[in-house]
Each structure stands twice: as C-alpha cells, then as structure tokens.
C-alpha cells in the first residue's frame, strides 16, 4: 500500500491513536522515529563489515546500503513506526546449564515462530492506518534489510546496550521488534538514552568472548551464529566453550540487570512447549529428518535443518562430560552429513573413545 499523503490535520493525535490502536493489538511497546538513521549506526555497520565480524553472512554485505539508509529501501518513507512485542521468560534460561545432559533452546525458538504472528499482527495495524488515513504503508519484521535496532532506540523504545540488542527499561532485553514504514509525517518520540553505566554484567556472561569491547559484536565467536547461521562445522577451539547450547545463546541478554524489570510473556505463542524447554540430548542426536521436522513444527528451530541441528546436539554430548552418552555419538559416525560426522567424532574422543 504505497502513495503519499499530506501530514493529517492533526499529526500528535493521530499518533496516539496509532499507539493505542497497537496497543490493543498486543504489540507492548510503541515508538515513531524519521525514517533516517544517525551517522554512528551506519559507521558501526560499516565497520562490523570491513572487518569481517559478519562471518558468512554475505547478505548482510549485499544490501549494506538499504540497511544504512531506510529510504533506500522505500524512497516515499517518511515516519517509522517501530513496534515490540515482550517475550520475556519464566525463569532465567541459564539454569538449565546445570543440567549438561540436556540441552538448551534459545527463549525465543521454544514455541512458535515469532515472525508469522508479529508480521500478522504489523499487516493489521498498517491496514487499519490505510484506512483511516490513506496514507502509504509497509511492514517488515527482521527478514527485510531494517536495522532494526537503531531504529527502535530511535523512536524511543530503549537502547542499544553493550551486548549490542535493544534493552528497554520496562521489558529488558526481550524484545521482538517489528516496523511500519509510512508516508506520513508524524511526531518523533525522544531517542533512547543509554543506560548502562559502567555494567559489563553481559559481556562477561558471554561464554564465547564474542564481545571485543563493549557495544561491539564479532558474530563469528557468538553462540547463535555459530548454532544457527554457520553452515560448516563448529571451531575445535570454541566447541568447549557452548556447553548444552543447542540452538542460539540467550546469556548476555539473560545477564542484563534490567531484565528485573520485565514481567513473563502474555502471549500464549512464546509460552515455551515442554518438550523444547529442557529435551534430552541423547534423544535429540538420534532424530532422523522426519522425526526433526516433527518435533520442530512451527518453531524457528526448523529452518536449520536436521544436520546442522544434530551437529549442535553432538557439541553438547561431547561437553556434557558423560561417558555413557558416548553411544549416542558413536553411533553417529559414519552419519551422510559431513558437519554431523565432524561433531560425532569430537563428541567421541571427548567422551573418552576413539573416533575412527
């Protein structure tokens, strides 16, 4: 829904009603930025991708400049509505480190897919927006080239803290975000003011030392990337280092001492389903692709694919320091997946046998 529309009579009304209207949708919080981004978020992309901290995350390079400048990528943007949606957990996910002979899903991954409903959710409030307005609208949620991020400190939302995600003092670090590009003129909400402090408490959480300094990211160390986007086999030096982590990271987000402020979820999709808040590694390595695709339905899980998902599991194995789980990989060794057999052998030798 595309076309330019002259600012409405009464642009701070309206933008209250915006709010209230996403408010009601189940969208937490709400904030309205220019559809332009600051000097330092283009020089800090600039700079993750000249040194090469995006790994083999090509498409991040590819569209660099539709990242940079949001106009780019829709040249009639005026405002961005930037929008998010708490997924805050029960309990601290951490806990579950404790238990090495089980593995550990990534809070956002353990129910269904976060993009479907919040996208659903962006296509109903920029349609009603349309309605009301006329006015030009799009809606993208992660998988578009959007930094999202700044953005969403630029509308007010919070700030990018020195784990380099969005903290918000009202919801932590868990936040899903979305955005409505629109051809209106509307009020800016204030910038985010960083709140950190002198805190370091999600940097030394990070079990990888993936943070060079604060506010910087080398996603090539990152647990997520590593579990996730990464689809060759896992460094032999930082294999030790992922513990249980089976499919991304949530320790520098968990550590963040505003997460005090944030209450549990409302939403029923990101309640976590039993069977992904604490499964058996033993028989997550045994799942064949059809048993993966079963267990894994409807969560983000399912894009990795079964071998790239056992090749995690079989990280774990090896690190969870039981040798009776040495069956499990051994029987894995001669496995058609390259990343598998690489992570079997590993689990084996760490277990106490001899891979072949």
Not at 182 to 194: F, Y
Not at 283 to 312: E, T, W, Y
Not at 322 to 335: I, K, N, T, Y
Request: aromatic share 8%.
């Amino acid at each position: 829904m595309a076309g330019a529309e002259p600012a409405p009579a009464d642009p701070t009304r309206l933008r209250e009603r915006i709010r209230d209207r996403a408010l009601s949708l189940g969208f937490d919080a709400v904030g309205f930025a220019p559809a332009a981004l600051g000097g330092d978020a283009r020089e800090k992309l600039a700079a993750f991708l000249a040194e090469g901290r995006h790994g083999d995350m090509g498409w991040m390079a590819e569209r660099a400049d539709q990242r940079a400048h949001p106009q780019t990528l829709w040249a009639e943007a005026r405002t961005v509505i930037a929008l998010g949606t708490s997924y805050a957990p029960h309990e601290d996910p951490r806990r579950m480190l404790g238990h090495p002979e089980r593995g550990i899903v990534s809070v956002y991954a353990r129910n269904r897919d976060y993009h479907d409903l919040i996208k659903g959710r962006l296509k109903t409030l920029a349609q009603w927006l349309h309605s009301q307005t006329k006015a030009g609208v799009k809606v993208f949620v992660d998988t578009a080239p959007v930094m999202e991020k700044p953005l969403a400190e630029r509308a007010g939302l919070g700030w990018q803290g020195k784990h380099t995600n969005l903290v918000s003092r009202d919801h932590g670090s868990w936040l899903f975000l979305g955005e409505v590009y629109t051809t209106l003129e509307l009020p800016a909400d204030a910038t985010g003011r960083d709140r950190c402090g002198s805190c370091t408490a999600c940097q030394t959480a990070c079990p990888t030392d993936a943070f060079p300094a604060p506010y910087q990211l080398d996603a090539r160390r990152c647990v997520s990337y590593l579990t996730i986007e990464n689809k060759g086999p896992i460094p032999d030096a930082l294999k030790p280092l992922m513990g249980n982590r089976i499919y991304g990271c949530d320790d520098c987000l968990s550590a963040c001492p505003w997460n005090k402020f944030a209450r549990t979820t409302r939403e029923p999709a990101f309640l976590p389903r039993a069977e992904l808040t604490a499964p058996r590694l033993a028989d997550l390595a045994q799942l064949d692709d059809a048993g993966f695709r079963q267990v894994f339905s409807g969560s983000p899980v399912k894009r990795i694919g079964r071998d790239r998902f056992v090749r995690n599991v079989l990280v774990a194995l090896g690190n969870s320091g039981d040798p009776r789980l040495r069956f499990v990989a051994e029987g894995l060794l001669d496995d058609p997946s390259d990343v598998v057999r690489d992570s079997a052998r590993w689990a084996v030798e760490r277990l106490g046998g001899a891979a072949v």
